[in-house]
């Protein structure tokens, strides 16, 4: 299922039909829906923030429920206890020893719905799943199966009783998006076909687990061209030297950059990647992960610092 080869049909008739099941679901947000499957193909972790009631949670439930694969879902809350993620060891009257009952992150779609209304904790709790795909308890490691994602919503921290998300769990999630007020013509969908529209319960999977393992060994094929690698790493590095910066880019965000350039190349049929790849990625891949320096002010967002840098690196040519 290599891009742009004999099975790029196949591989491209996947990737359509994912982001149409989840299009009958959310309303005029193909570039969202279209990036959350990137973070998928490229085995990383999205992070959908945004207002409440605009879809984030439509948005991953109707993700999850188009592959066929194991998905959970966790309620976010204060009280929340790491355990209630990871599981917990019950002692067995029957035979005097601990048993260790497997929690809702052992999934291969793991939905953290309102993720920064748990305490940070709790929060913690995801860190080494996220980045190692393994889960420590009681001493034991246990591996989790491929694919494995985590997909968490949020509401600004702006929003009453929310906690920020630590910067080293930020820097985990390959891609943050925010989806935004509907344009009227969708909002006018929404209403017109409100109760005889496809609804969650309609969603069925359109793709199975091993094509879809098919799809992500696919992107990982991708070739990345020695001049582009260059070009990553002068993104991620222009990061630190920016004046509106206080804590750059990591060499993870220049590798998850790089995943999901592959992925978004894939999905159009490359086998390779072009600059074109990387800045329709890079917004979402990096911006998250900055942070400014207090004086900044209002003067810069963190997308602003990676437009500009889009806009300044020079981008290497074809010879």
Not at 102 to 110: D, E, H, Q, R, T
Not at 130 to 153: I, K, S
Not at 256 to 269: D, I, K, T, V
Request: aromatic residues 6%; negative net charge; charged residues 25%.
């Amino acid at each position: 299922m290599e891009p742009r080869g004999g099975e790029t049909p196949r591989f491209a008739q996947y990737f359509d039909a994912i982001v149409g099941n989840v299009s009958h679901v959310l309303r005029g947000k193909t570039d969202q829906i279209e990036l959350a499957i990137i973070a998928l193909l490229a085995e990383g972790h999205l992070l959908i923030e945004d207002v409440p009631g605009v879809g984030k949670t439509s948005l991953a439930k109707a993700l999850a429920a188009s592959v066929h694969c194991d998905w959970s879902r966790v309620q976010f809350t204060p009280d929340l206890l790491p355990s209630d993620v990871i599981g917990v060891s019950v002692f067995q009257r029957a035979n005097e020893t601990f048993s260790f009952q497997k929690g809702p992150l052992f999934a291969n779609i793991v939905l953290a719905d309102e993720i920064n209304r748990a305490s940070p904790k709790t929060q913690s709790a995801l860190l080494e799943a996220m980045e190692e795909r393994q889960v420590t308890a009681d001493g034991t490691r246990y591996v989790l199966d491929r694919p494995f994602m985590v997909l968490a919503t949020q509401n600004p921290i702006e929003q009453e009783g929310t906690y920020r998300l630590p910067e080293s769990q930020l820097d985990r999630f390959s891609l943050k998006i925010s989806l935004g007020y509907p344009s009227r013509k969708a909002h006018l969908e929404i209403l017109d076909n409100r109760g005889s529209n496809v609804t969650l319960a309609d969603i069925s999977p359109v793709v199975s687990r091993e094509e879809l393992l098919t799809m992500i060994d696919a992107v990982s094929k991708v070739h990345v061209a020695e001049a582009l690698k260059h070009y990553l790493v002068e993104l991620t590095e222009g990061t630190r030297r920016h004046g509106a910066v206080e804590l750059g880019l990591s060499p993870r965000a220049t590798l998850q950059l790089a995943s999901a350039s592959r992925a978004h190349a894939a999905a159009r049929g490359l086998n390779y990647v072009s600059p074109d790849d990387v800045k329709a990625v890079a917004v979402a891949a990096l911006s998250h992960r900055l942070i400014l320096r207090a004086e900044t002010g209002d003067r810069f967002s963190q997308e602003d610092v990676i437009k500009e840098l889009l806009d300044t690196v020079p981008v290497p040519v074809r010879r």
